[in-house]
């Protein structure tokens, strides 16, 4: 079992930049690939940025390519999600999420993870 909490999100003007974490609790955070998702009001839930569990490997929505980075520090059992030039349609709840299936594969699906967190606003201002 594995406890994911989410911080960082908040109100930031456009072209700003915001970085999440997500702690996981446990002792096999090393064990999970983990994603990034993000839902807005009225619409499904979408895939944001993907990492396997070693780090070696990431992937990422093309609405964000260029702009946000995901990364790890399994020593911290944390996760990262840095967001650059933010723009308003970035405004959602960001969730993370971690699995323990196929951990050396990048998922965009959100069915592929077994973890979920509650989630942080993040609002961006035009």
């Known amino acids: 079992q594995v406890q994911l909490v989410e911080s960082g999100g908040g109100l930031v003007q456009a072209g700003g930049s915001l970085r999440l974490s997500c702690a996981a609790s446990?002792?096999?955070?090393?064990?999970?690939?983990m994603g990034w998702f993000r839902q807005a009001p009225g619409k499904e839930r979408e895939f944001v940025a993907a990492i396997i569990w070693g780090g070696g490997s990431t992937d990422y929505a093309d609405s964000v390519k260029g702009r946000f980075t995901i990364s790890r520090d399994n020593a911290k059992n944390t996760a990262y999600l840095q967001m650059d030039s933010l723009k308003p349609e970035d405004t959602a709840v960001y969730f993370c999420a971690a699995s323990y299936q196929r951990p050396w594969l990048t998922s965009s699906a959100g069915s592929a993870y077994n973890y979920w967190g509650q989630g942080t606003q993040v609002t961006v201002s035009s």
């Open positions: 446990g002792r096999t955070f090393s064990m999970y690939k």
